[in-house]
């Protein structure tokens, strides 16, 4: 058989790869190696050639060391190639020497392929759930070799290779064979270890090179401001979490204690000399902190690999790798697992609406719009300088799928809170008449949005029943965290963005002015039910100049922190999973920055430590009580007991759960004390003050009421007699013995 773009040596009746060929191979813009290199059969027998720069000659060997030929010099100067002396088609690798060295190249070109037609048939579809399994780079065993395979999607690309150490970063060594059908291009390179750093250069479709681009679905990174992708090991972790999983995986999480701490990990603590704690460090001291103070739920800013300590994480371009900033991937399994074993779960913060455009990132992936729509007034995100993801396009869609299901697989977490939904569900967002295109229907909805997030969600939930996701969104979209059967977008959770902005606007006034914006609490119950939500006091409330939860609260020095402590109080007794940013839970003072640990000297003030008490209390209560979490998303676990008494500032409610006793929670709002305060209970009998927000443990002024309170019939309907402390929030509930 002869061989398209090879030439018969007339005297020795081999054939030889003809200039153009050659040359096409020594300039790197050969547009299938794999049909000339590596070992060819043709009509006269078996030939092998490999483009090996700086040799001066080269032994073709077979994998077990025996020699099969020695090669010439072919047309262009590094291209060698010859007969070899074997009986089938195998694999080689080659001894290389010259003057100053010797040295052994693994053939890559005399390897198959290790993708395969059913990988092809659902990547086309869309419907592949194990894309991490298949692209990427992957140490495997293949043909009778060790190495890594490398899969890259570029459709458009008129070349990619893999660069990296191994190869001295030539992209002419490591062109990867292209799978057509789905714009797939793929490479085994034996002898490639892990630890190997690599990135893909890629002729774009004007035979441009790119700027040299870091692995989408690389699972580890190099420390910023490198930027390479690494060569990772499987994981491998002996994971000893299956009680904690089995747990989730029974239970409604809807009616399950959530007190979520959300956590920077580069700036909750640092190390003496100022550098980032390492997982296991991490692990060591932030478990047990949360365990403490009884948070139920760990939520990282996103941990996934980003360039900018400034963004937070929030602009990723390594959505699949654990940043390196923290260690190793298996530090990050290491201390997912040491969380549940002490029965914490741990959530990510996920960001699928938008990315940054860095040079090495997904932006103009092949020389073309791939991940990101081309139409800026659909791919480019006016609030963050970022591009935003073609939901529409399955390749796309089915990337960030895949990834939603790696972290729950990989590494076990228990759940998404995805960022900026509301930016992927309006095509105007943020966007001025004339700066977006309209749906197919006219509209203003992201339809391609709303079918991939319903997609993220129902392969989430149907592949791990433990895992919760919830959504930050900011606007009355309806039934974000509703099934996806019934019409919703399919989340577990949303965030509370109304209460949040409520409650703290409320708070900042002064007291004598509260009674003119009492709505500011009582509106939020008229739609606390039509979600299920998550109450967040998040980092984005104490950034960008707005200071802290303390310094944002109203009056002098004493009356900020009594109104701190009744706003948990409140929070912790309202209907709805809470969550708190690391730091306020002592009432850190100075505004939160990624750039240093929070102020924990501030503990060794006692209004500090107080509120920290405060809090690891509320936690406790809020666990241990199931009236206060078992319907934190139904309307028949709360009930107003005092709703309009705008005049004194004051408020009560009840909260409920099936066959468990009810707690009252009254609040007092204003710098004034109460006495003989009525107020209507649930039943008559004896109550107990089971939390004072003005105890004096947590610095507070101790007035309260001795421990009970007695409520009788009176004109017909039951009546206690509260003393109301100022600035704060009470809870009580039935006796043992009276009221049970």
């Not at 191979?25 to 090996?52: D, K």
């Not at 009236?627 to 005092?642: K, M, N």
Request: hydrophobic share 40%; aromatic share 12%; charged share 20%.
């Amino acid at each position: 058989m002869t061989q398209k773009g090879t030439v018969r040596d007339a005297d020795t009746k081999e054939f030889h790869l003809s200039a153009d060929e050659a040359g096409a191979i020594a300039s790197g813009t050969h547009g299938n190696p794999f049909s000339v290199l590596g070992v060819q059969n043709l009509e006269n027998g078996f030939v092998a050639r490999v483009f090996a720069p700086g040799a001066d000659e080269i032994t073709a060997l077979t994998l077990d060391g025996k020699s099969a030929g020695q090669l010439r010099q072919g047309a262009v100067p590094g291209l060698f190639e010859g007969p070899i002396d074997i009986t089938r088609r195998q694999p080689l690798r080659y001894a290389a020497a010259n003057a100053h060295s010797a040295w052994e190249i693994d053939d890559p070109y005399s390897y198959g392929p290790v993708l395969g037609p059913m990988d092809d048939y659902f990547i086309a579809e869309g419907s592949h759930l194990r894309l991490f399994d298949k692209l990427g780079a992957h140490p495997i065993h293949h043909e009778g070799a060790d190495g890594v395979h490398f899969a890259v999607w570029a459709p458009n690309a008129q070349r990619v290779s893999v660069v990296g150490d191994f190869n001295g970063w030539d992209g002419r060594r490591h062109v990867m064979r292209l799978r057509a059908d789905v714009g797939i291009w793929e490479i085994f390179a034996p002898g490639v270890n892990t630890g190997s750093a690599y990135k893909y250069e890629i002729l774009g479709p004007d035979g441009v090179r790119l700027p040299l681009k870091a692995d989408p679905f690389a699972r580890r990174a190099e420390l910023r401001p490198a930027t390479a992708s690494i060569v990772a090991a499987d994981l491998k972790h002996e994971w000893g979490d299956s009680a904690h999983r089995a747990h989730w995986s029974k239970v409604d999480a809807r009616r399950q204690p959530m007190s979520i701490y959300e956590v920077h990990p580069g700036s909750w603590r640092r190390r003496a000399d100022g550098t980032f704690m390492s997982w296991d460090e991490l692990g060591d001291e932030l478990i047990p902190y949360c365990v403490e103070m009884g948070f139920t739920h760990i939520e990282f800013l996103p941990v996934s690999e980003h360039p900018y300590d400034p963004s937070w994480g929030y602009q990723t371009t390594g959505l699949y790798a654990p940043s390196a900033r923290f260690g190793e991937p298996e530090g990050f399994a290491r201390f997912v697992d040491g969380a549940h074993q002490v029965g914490l779960g741990v959530i990510l913060d996920w960001v699928p609406a938008h990315f940054p455009t860095d040079a090495h990132g997904l932006a103009h992936f092949d020389g073309t719009a791939l991940y990101e729509h081309a139409d800026p007034r659909q791919g480019f995100h006016p609030d963050w300088n970022t591009a935003i993801y073609n939901f529409g396009r399955r390749e796309v869609s089915s990337f960030l799928v895949n990834n939603a299901l790696f972290w729950a697989e990989t590494y076990h977490v228990d759940g998404l809170r995805v960022d900026a939904v509301a930016s992927m569900l309006y095509l105007d967002y943020s966007r001025k008449e004339g700066e977006w295109i309209p749906n197919k229907d006219g509209g203003r909805e992201n339809l391609d949005a709303v079918e991939f997030l319903r997609q993220m969600n129902k392969a989430v939930y149907g592949s791990h029943p433990g895992i919760v996701t919830i959504a930050e969104e900011s606007t009355s979209w309806p039934k974000v965290s509703a099934p996806v059967h019934e019409g919703g977008l399919g989340f577990g959770f949303k965030w509370n963005m109304g209460f949040m902005h409520d409650t703290l606007s409320y708070f900042q006034r002064d007291p004598i002015h509260r009674r003119h914006h009492h709505n500011d609490l009582t509106f939020g119950l008229l739609y606390a039910f039509s979600e299920n939500f998550v109450l967040p006091i998040s980092h984005d409330e104490v950034v960008h100049g707005k200071g802290t939860l303390l310094t944002r609260m109203a009056g002098d020095e004493w009356q900020k922190f009594a109104n701190l402590r009744a706003y948990f109080g409140f929070m912790w007794g309202y209907p709805g999973k809470k969550l708190l940013f690391m730091g306020q839970e002592f009432a850190q003072r100075g505004e939160w920055s990624e750039a240093r640990s929070l102020d924990w000297d501030h503990l060794d003030d006692p209004r500090h430590s107080g509120m920290q008490d405060l809090v690891r209390d509320l936690n406790r209560l809020y666990a241990n009580t199931p009236a206060l979490h078992a319907r934190d998303c139904e309307p028949e676990g709360f009930e107003w007991l005092v709703a309009d008494d705008s005049a004194n500032s004051v408020y009560a409610w009840v909260r409920h759960a099936p066959g468990e006793k009810p707690v009252v929670i009254v609040a007092n709002l204003t710098p004034g004390f109460r006495t003989g305060y009525k107020i209507p209970m649930p039943r008559e009998g004896t109550w107990r003050e089971i939390f004072n927000s003005d105890a004096t443990i947590y610095g507070g002024s101790g007035k309260g009421n001795l421990g009970e309170v007695n409520a009788r019939l009176e004109g017909g309907r039951v009546v206690a007699e509260l003393t109301l402390p100022p600035l704060a929030t009470l809870m009580f509930t039935p006796d043992r013995s009276g009221a049970g």
